[in-house]
Every structure is written in C-alpha cells, then in structure tokens.
C-alpha cells in the first residue's frame, strides 16, 4: 500500500505546470512574460530575478501599486546581485487558481516600478485584462494611494515596514552568517538566504547559544544541492517586543560536525555587555559542555532534520510538518509581516524548485 501510495503522488506533481517568469529581465523594469492565463490548482509560478532588486508582491486589480493585505503573497525584496540568483515560488491551489491574482514590484528606489508599469498577472479575464491593470498601475503615480518611498539599508532594500537585511547563510561553502550581526528596530526584516549545504537559522539564549531557545523561532534545515542553482529564503519581521533585547541564532545542523561549535551564529542587537564576540564563544565552548545540541535534529517549532548523513546535510529536509524548505507549499497565506500558523509550514522536498520568502512576526 506505501508503493502505491508514493506512486499516486508521484502523477500527481507529474501533472502540475510550471510556469517561469524572469523579473527584470534584461535589466528592465518588467516581468516576463508580464501575466500568465490557464494556470489551475497545483501549478507552480517560478519568479527568478535577474537583476536589480524586484518584488512580486500580491495587490488588488483596482490598487495595483498597494500590497493587498498584511497576509498578501510577497516574496519580499530579493537582490539579484547574490549567488546564486533568488528565485521565489508560488503554488496555486484551488482559491487562488479560481480567480486572477494581481502583482506588483514594490520597488522604489530610484524610481517607483510599479509606476513604471513593473506588474504581472496570473489569469486575467475578459472583463479585467492585464492592459487594464498595468494602465491603473501607471495612472496611479499621480494618487495618494501609492506605497510611499523607501529609504536604502546597507543592503539596497527596504520595504513598507521597514529595512531589509539580507544574511547569506554558507556564503561561498563557509560555516557561516554574512553579516554575522546587524542592528535593526521593529519593522525591520531579516532575510536569511541559504546558498549551501543544509543550514538552518535557530533561534538560542546568550547562555545557551546551541540550543533551540523555549518558544523560539526556527527556519528548520534548508538543503541546497550542490552546484545548485538555487537558493532558499525564510524571513523574520521584527516588532517591539522582539527588539527590546539582542536575539541570538545558530545552525542547528551537526552532520558531519557541529555547525554550531565552529562558531556558525548570528546575533541581532548585540550590546556592550552581551557582544557578539562572546555570544560565538560561548558557542564554540560548549562544544565542551553537555548543554549543547547533539543531534542532526533542532526540536521545536520548525525544526526540520537532514537525511542524507555523506553530503554535510545537503540532501532533502525531513520532519513533522514543521521544516520550512526551498519549495514549501506556497499559496495566497504568505505573509510579508504576520505570522504564519504558530510558525509552521508544511514541506514538499520532492518538489525543491526555488526559493520561498516566508515571513513571520517574532511576538514574544
């Protein structure tokens, strides 16, 4: 019955298209193609940018250049200067396939894309066309309804809430987070790209920098093939709460070693008394100490385990239900700046085509 099983899924994901769209192609300001018609339920949307740093960000047909909610599709900012290049994923299930969904890049710096007619389109209609939609986006420079502009972080970006910092996890095949520490206030977003191996970014204590904090945040393990292409994203938005004192992450992987006990973490806020010198030497040290992670497996909310023990980790990402992966099952529930479910996303490695910007709040 388990063969059988497997093999109806195997039809199943056999049978979806995939549709890819280049976002900044040729160094324009432009999606391509500009809209897609006859996607149904299970199809998959692959933006992969190209250049500059764009958005797909879901808005509505009459505000084309607004975010249609705090829970709308966003992939957040994504800065093709990064290798591999970002891509960003969308699978349509049976809601969002039943009616066009409109988007827009929320870029605008130096100049306001969505104005520029920087938009995209997945199954317009008759009634309600891309030309008309594009058009709205153009005319709606003059309105008071557009997003305002945003102001450039050290990292080219930032969005309506506030500063984007991007941190590559396993730049260049190192154990490490590049930057690894920045200063950021509520509004901000954390956008941690995995570009190698299989890292994860964990939430720890000061104390206790190698192990999962009680409550904390958890991208779970992010397995990038090697030599890929590739590239996975998860995202945090910070509030005030979380941003009253440092916060402190690691990798949790420990096959073939502990990532941690090299030194792999990251800090934000750090201060004069908590530095981030000594937050990584607590973690080096305590690869001395029984305190510390011990297992491939971070436990907690979205803790995830490798199951491919000869590739440092690099192979799928396993758990339960809780790992947030490279191609997790996107749908309209995406969030740039509100929570996702208690933090859970579901996982769908065999189906590991691109990178997916999952945003959530830290509220604790």
Known sequence: ?????????????????????????????????????????????????????????????????????STAIDSGFMPAAITPQPTF???????????????????????????AGMVFAINPTQTKTFAQYQATAKSSGSTSTTTPPPTNSTNGSKGTSGIVHTVIVGQNETLTFTPNSIQAVAGDTIAFTFVSKNHSATQSTFTN???????????????????STMAAQWSITL?????????????????????CHTGMVFAVNPTATKTFAQFQNNAINSGNTTSSSS??????????????????????????????????????????????????????????????????????
């Open 295 to 364: 297992s491939g497996t971070a436990s907690g909310t979205g803790a995830g385990s490798p199951t491919n023990s000869s590739s440092d980790g690099s192979g799928t990402a396993s758990g339960t239900g809780a790992s947030i992966a490279s191609s997790s099952t996107s749908t309209s529930t995406h969030s740039s700046n509100g929570a996702v479910l208690g933090l859970r996303s579901s996982v769908d490695a065999g189906l590991m085509v691109a990178i997916v910007g999952l945003v959530v709040s830290l509220g604790f």
């Open 239 to 259: 509030d005030a709460a979380s941003v009253s004192a440092p916060l402190w992450f690691f990798c949790a992987q420990t096959n073939p070693k502990v990532h």
């Open 209 to 227: 920098p190698c192990s999962l904090a009680p409550g904390g945040v958890n991208s779970g393990f992010q397995p990038i093939p090697p030599n």
């Open 89 to 115: 994923t969308i699978t349509l299930n049976p809601t969002t396939a039943s009616a066009p969904l409109w988007f827009f890049c929320a870029q605008t710096n130096p100049a306001n894309h969505c104005h």
């Open 1 to 69: 019955m388990k063969f059988v099983g497997l093999a109806l899924l195997s039809v199943v994901s056999v049978s979806a298209t995939t549709f890819n769209v280049a976002v900044g192609d040729n160094n324009g300001l432009v999606y391509n193609p500009p809209f897609i018609s006859g996607a149904v339920a299970g199809d998959q949307i692959v933006f992969k940018f190209t250049s500059k740093n764009h958005t797909v960000t879901q808005s509505t047909f009459t505000s084309p250049c607004v975010k249609a909610s």
